[in-house]
């Protein structure tokens, strides 16, 4: 049991039968962590410099001080790695918050998204549009369509004064827009990948926006990234023994799909988010770790018959909440007499989705399915932070360890490429 941060981490269901083989490439994490520590230090990877900076955020306060002030909307437009994050962190937004509705359409469907737009007042509607490189073509057409709309209403000025653009340097689509309009840009780090970009503006500025805590969430990451430079054996740092355990289960169970099963509703987009970063990273060169988000205890009723009675062919992450979820909403003793489920006597919701959490990961470990436990202390900024710091240095470990590079997406690029032709081909 490795016992940190904001939470804490159960291996023992996932090694009976692979401990001798995960030992073994839990000590080749050794090197890699080096290596990965060694590019912090020099900006190698500018994703681990993140946490510990503060200016960047510094410098998004204006912006958002005069947009929760002033709007009632924000769009966010981006896709995959430009909106996933933003998604995640949006989710600890405090209901009570009085700042503007944020919006993150991360498809082109036309029908949902022309239903967001029509619903817009545009006066008080603020565009965040978001590309790495600056010419996705999803979030380009988007914004081709919305400024098309934002000028018939209010002007080009005025459509300008409400618009900014955030995209690598260089003369891309975004750019190209961004100079035309003459509005506020900022700069994407050309050396931070879409997917891993969370930590940086891509995330922060929209979270921001919505009242999140933004050094809440760098502080939890920068607390993984202490835990494990720090030089102790990797069978406690939780990344590292979640890459090596594995990697034994792919190349000795054939373990070929990652279960993430969470019970905490306000983290599902942080799976839709882990969902991304792992297929992305992993799949290549035939390799790869199918990753699966399900939901407790809604998939208890449509996925859980399969993960304990299916192939054997899946590893199970069960994520347990934490205890103080709404503690004093409780069930009267007389009803639950009355109805005849005396063993709801007293017990709130939050009793009811711990034991569910509990009893599927038994369930699992009792049928020898390679489950991984994981118990929450809160869910906040800085658990969320640690969370995706420790998925994202797992996954970058996992790549080492299976020889594939996690940084590069050949094969989506190639589909990109094609998109493009057909369109062209079409006009």
Same mark, same amino acid.
Request: with cysteine.
């Given at each position: 049991?490795?016992?940190?941060?904001?939470?804490? =981490?159960?291996?023992?269901?996932?090694?009976?039968?692979?401990?001798?083989?995960?030992?073994?490439?839990?000590?080749?994490?050794?090197?890699?962590?080096?290596?990965?520590?060694?590019?912090?230090?020099?900006?190698?990877?500018?994703?681990?410099?993140?946490?510990?900076?503060?200016?960047?955020?510094?410098?998004?306060?204006?912006?958002?001080?005069?947009?929760?002030?002033? @709007?009632?909307?924000?769009?966010?437009?981006? =896709?995959?790695?430009?909106?996933?994050?933003?998604?995640?962190?949006?989710?600890?937004?405090?209901?009570?918050?009085?700042?503007?509705?944020?919006?993150?359409?991360?498809?082109?469907?036309? !029908?949902?998204?022309?239903? %967001? !737009?029509?619903?817009?007042?545009?006066?008080?509607?603020?565009?965040?549009?978001?590309?790495?490189?600056?010419?996705?073509?999803?979030?380009?057409?988007?914004?081709?369509?919305?400024?098309?709309?934002?000028?018939?209403?209010?002007?080009?000025?005025?459509?300008?004064?409400? %618009?900014?653009?955030?995209?690598?340097?260089?003369?891309?689509?975004?750019?190209?827009?961004?100079?035309?309009?003459?509005?506020?840009?900022?700069?994407?780090?050309?050396?931070?990948?879409?997917?891993?970009?969370?930590?940086?503006? !891509?995330?922060?500025?929209?979270?921001?926006?919505?009242?999140?805590?933004?050094?809440?969430?760098?502080?939890?990451?920068?607390?993984?990234?202490?835990?494990?430079? @720090?030089?102790?054996?990797?069978?406690?740092?939780?990344?590292? &023994?979640?890459?090596?355990?594995?990697?034994?289960? &792919?190349?000795?169970?054939?373990?070929?799909?990652?279960? /993430?099963?969470?019970?905490?509703?306000?983290? @599902?987009?942080?799976?839709?988010?882990?969902?991304?970063?792992?297929?992305?990273?992993?799949?290549?060169?035939?390799?790869?770790?199918?990753?699966?988000?399900?939901?407790?205890?809604?998939? /208890?009723?449509?996925?859980?018959?399969?993960?304990?009675?299916?192939?054997?062919?899946? *590893? !199970?992450?069960?994520?347990?909440?934490?205890?103080?979820?709404?503690?004093?909403?409780?069930?009267?003793?007389?009803?639950?007499?009355?109805?005849?489920?005396?063993?709801?006597?007293?017990?709130?919701?939050?009793?009811?989705?711990?034991?569910?959490?509990?009893?599927?990961?038994?369930?699992?470990?009792?049928?020898?399915?390679?489950?991984?436990?994981?118990?929450?202390?809160?869910?906040?900024?800085?658990? =969320?932070?640690? *969370?995706?710091?420790?998925?994202?240095?797992?996954?970058?470990?996992?790549?080492?360890?299976?020889?594939?590079?996690?940084?590069?997406?050949?094969?989506?690029?190639?589909?990109?490429?094609?998109?493009?032709?057909?369109?062209?081909?079409?006009?």
């Amino acid at each position: 049991m490795a016992k940190t941060l904001p939470f804490s =981490i159960d291996f023992t269901g996932c090694l009976a039968d692979t401990g001798a083989e995960c030992g073994a490439l839990l000590d080749q994490t050794r090197s890699a962590l080096a290596r990965l520590q060694g590019w912090q230090a020099d900006g190698t990877l500018p994703l681990l410099r993140l946490p510990a900076a503060r200016d960047d955020l510094a410098a998004l306060e204006p912006l958002v001080l005069r947009w929760r002030d002033e @709007a009632s909307d924000v769009l966010v437009l981006g =896709i995959g790695g430009s909106s996933l994050g933003a998604q995640a962190l949006l989710e600890l937004r405090d209901p009570d918050d009085r700042g503007p509705r944020i919006h993150t359409p991360d498809n082109v469907d036309p !029908v949902s998204f022309r239903r %967001l !737009v029509d619903g817009l007042d545009w006066a008080g509607t603020r565009v965040l549009a978001v590309s790495k490189s600056g010419g996705t073509v999803e979030t380009v057409a988007q914004l081709l369509l919305v400024l098309d709309r934002m000028e018939a209403s209010l002007g080009r000025d005025a459509t300008a004064a409400r %618009l900014v653009v955030v995209a690598e340097p260089g003369n891309s689509p975004l750019r190209r827009i961004a100079d035309d309009y003459g509005v506020e840009t900022f700069d994407h780090d050309p050396n931070v990948g879409g997917r891993f970009s969370v930590l940086s503006l !891509v995330g922060l500025l929209p979270a921001m926006l919505g009242g999140v805590d933004a050094v809440a969430i760098r502080e939890g990451a920068a607390a993984v990234l202490d835990q494990a430079f @720090a030089g102790g054996d990797p069978a406690g740092i939780p990344a590292a &023994m979640g890459a090596a355990a594995t990697a034994a289960l &792919m190349q000795h169970k054939g373990i070929s799909q990652a279960v /993430q099963f969470g019970y905490v509703d306000r983290l @599902a987009r942080f799976g839709e988010w882990w969902r991304q970063l792992v297929g992305e990273s992993l799949g290549k060169q035939g390799i790869g770790l199918a990753p699966v988000f399900a939901r407790g205890a809604t998939d /208890q009723h449509s996925q859980l018959q399969l993960y304990l009675d299916g192939p054997r062919d899946k *590893l !199970v992450t069960v994520i347990e909440p934490p205890a103080e979820q709404q503690p004093a909403w409780r069930i009267t003793p007389e009803a639950a007499t009355r109805y005849g489920v005396p063993y709801l006597a007293g017990r709130s919701l939050g009793d009811l989705i711990a034991a569910e959490a509990r009893a599927t990961a038994e369930s699992l470990i009792a049928e020898g399915r390679p489950t991984i436990r994981m118990k929450l202390d809160s869910v906040d900024g800085r658990t =969320i932070g640690a *969370l995706m710091m420790t998925a994202m240095i797992e996954t970058i470990l996992l790549a080492d360890l299976l020889a594939v590079d996690p940084f590069d997406q050949p094969a989506v690029e190639k589909g990109k490429v094609l998109t493009r032709e057909y369109l062209a081909a079409a006009g």
